[in-house]
């Protein structure tokens, strides 16, 4: 651990994965086009499963734009999504075809998840859309991210190795 805090608490507004309730609470900010949250996101789901009810898992938005062209429709997509109760849906397609993140794509991905593609767009311009995004990426500033993915393991930073084996012997040893 870096001493780095999350400055701000996970809270109902936040896209919570597992139980709520749990001992464990691993925040990831992270960016759709970020070849390493690309690279993190298998890892995630293998912790989730090995862990079960004893992980909560929250994802936050930190599009890096500078350097990732589509980042930010990607995150605005998966929230446009979230409107219609299908963040997580969304949030794995984007990873598992990380290549393909133009605008056409992401409304071909809200068409296959079934989602109201005319509600998809207009939320995808929606001034509550665009400042979730924009909140998320500011809350990881103030909690010193300055890279992707970065976590957070009940409130503080964790800068160590997060490869499926150390990253889980980790989290078992809280």
Not at 7 to 17: F, N
Not at 118 to 137: C, L
């Amino acid at each position: 651990m870096s001493g780095s805090l999350l400055t701000r608490k996970v809270t109902a507004k936040d896209h919570i994965q597992g139980n709520s309730s749990a001992a464990i609470e691993l925040v990831e900010y992270g960016d759709y086009q970020c070849p390493h949250c690309g690279r993190a996101y298998p890892i995630i789901k293998k912790l989730q499963h090995a862990l079960g009810n004893k992980l909560k898992f929250v994802f936050r938005n930190f599009p890096l734009t500078n350097i990732h062209p589509d980042a930010m429709n990607a995150a605005v997509a998966s929230e446009a999504a979230g409107k219609q109760g299908k963040f997580w849906e969304m949030h794995d397609m984007i990873f598992e075809h990380q290549d393909q993140l133009s605008e056409s794509y992401l409304f071909s991905y809200a068409q296959e998840l079934g989602l109201n593609v005319e509600q998809f767009q207009n939320d995808m311009v929606s001034e509550a859309v665009i400042s979730k995004v924009e909140d998320d990426f500011e809350s990881g500033m103030r909690s010193g991210v300055n890279g992707t993915p970065s976590f957070f393991i009940n409130g503080e930073k964790y800068s160590n190795n997060w490869d499926y084996e150390p990253f889980l012997n980790y989290l078992k040893s809280l």
